[in-house]
């Protein structure tokens, strides 16, 4: 878990009494551990050159120039995503009923389980813990990969009235997106690059400054 919190910055708008809770889960893209069977020396989201230049803390510096009052928590679900089928949502309870929730999970998902494993539903059981309290504005992002899975979420979306980001293209149609020729592992390389991170920013920005403005 981490929480941010920027202290009030003259020019801008001062906090409220009641900070704006946001909670980010995602996975590898958001965050991962240092790791030298992978070469992976960061503990930030993989493949930016530093932390700063992830999406989430693209996101965060957004975010608090908006609101410098902004508390801001982040997390891998990258567990959930490998065994969503008997995944104790409970382990999540900290992240839960935050007044807005972006959820960038996909990658991890088996895709071709999907219908055996019974993904939408317990997806949905996700989504429900997390709002519990009825408060939550939700914004669901798909994954940064091409995969049925990410059809499987819009479709969430779409019939629950979230806002949806769409990420794959940047994948298909611009390899300096990812990190390929930076990193020798494959898989370390398929991951966004400082470019790619931004454009990911850039997308969820978009759905996420309407929400800070309207809360």
Known sequence: MVWITACQTE?????????????MLGNS????PPSEELGWKGDWGMAASARDSDFVHRLERRMH????????????????ERAYWNYDLRELAEFRNADILIVKIAENVDPDSLAERQFSQHY??????????????VIISGGFWPSPVNDTIH??????????????DLYT??????AKGLFAHEGVANHPSDRGMKHIADRIWKKLELLI???
């Open 11 to 23: 020019g801008r708008r001062e906090a409220t009494t009641t900070s704006t809770q946001v909670v």
């Open 173 to 178: 149609s611009d390899s300096t997106n990812t």
């Open 124 to 137: 949905a059981k996700l989504i429900d813990y997390l709002t519990q309290g009825g408060r939550t504005a």
């Open 29 to 32: 893209i958001v965050a991962h």
């Open 155 to 168: 479709r969430y979306a779409v019939q629950n009235g979230f806002d949806f980001v769409k990420l794959h």
């Open 213 to 215: 403005q309207q809360h």
């Open 65 to 80: 120039q908006v609101d410098p009052g902004i508390e801001l928590q982040y997390g891998s679900i990258a567990g959930f």
